[in-house]
Nanobody
Framework: VQLQASGGGLVQAGGSLRLSCAAT????????MGWFRQSPGKDRDFVAA????????FYADSVKGRFTISRDNAKNTLYLQMNSLKPEDTAVYYC???????????????????WGQGTLVTVSS
C-alpha cells in the first residue's frame, strides 16, 4: 500500500485542521492505521490509531479529547480531525499502515509496515 498524507498548514492556537491520508491498493480495510508526529529534534511519537473496521480507536494522552481519528474504507482514506490546537502540536504528521494489525502494540513505530511522506502542521501562539 502507498500512503499520501495531506491537509497540513498554518493555524492559530485554538484552531482546527483535518488531515487526510489517501491509500492505494484494494486491501486498505485490512490495515490498522495510525498517525504519528515528529517535532524538530525530537523522536517520532504516537498520536492515534484505529482498527480495521473503525470500531476501536486509541489516542495519546496529549491529544485525547481534542483529536479524532476516523477512516472511510470505501474511499481508502484515513482522517485526523484536530481541534483546540496548541503550539506544542506543531510537527510533521505521518500516517502509517499496520497489516492485519491487532493487539496492544498500536503505539509502537515498529508495528507499522508502511508510512506516508508526512504533512507539516504549524500552530502559532
Amino acid at each position: 500500500v502507498q500512503l499520501q498524507a495531506s491537509g497540513g498548514g498554518l493555524v492559530q492556537a485554538g484552531g482546527s485542521l483535518r488531515l487526510s491520508c489517501a491509500a492505494t491498493g484494494p486491501t486498505f480495510r485490512r490495515y490498522r492505521m495510525g498517525w504519528f508526529r515528529q517535532s524538530p529534534g525530537k523522536d517520532r511519537d504516537f498520536v492515534a490509531a484505529i482498527s480495521w473496521s473503525g470500531d476501536s480507536t486509541f489516542y495519546a494522552d496529549s491529544v485525547k479529547g481534542r483529536f479524532t481519528i476516523s477512516r472511510d474504507n470505501a474511499k481508502n482514506t484515513l482522517y485526523l480531525q484536530m481541534n483546540s490546537l496548541k503550539p506544542e502540536d506543531t510537527a510533521v504528521y505521518y500516517c502509517a499502515a499496520d497489516w492485519m494489525g491487532a493487539g496492544t502494540n498500536y503505539a509502537e513505530m515498529w508495528e507499522y509496515d508502511y508510512w506516508g511522506q508526512g504533512t507539516l502542521v504549524t500552530v502559532s501562539s
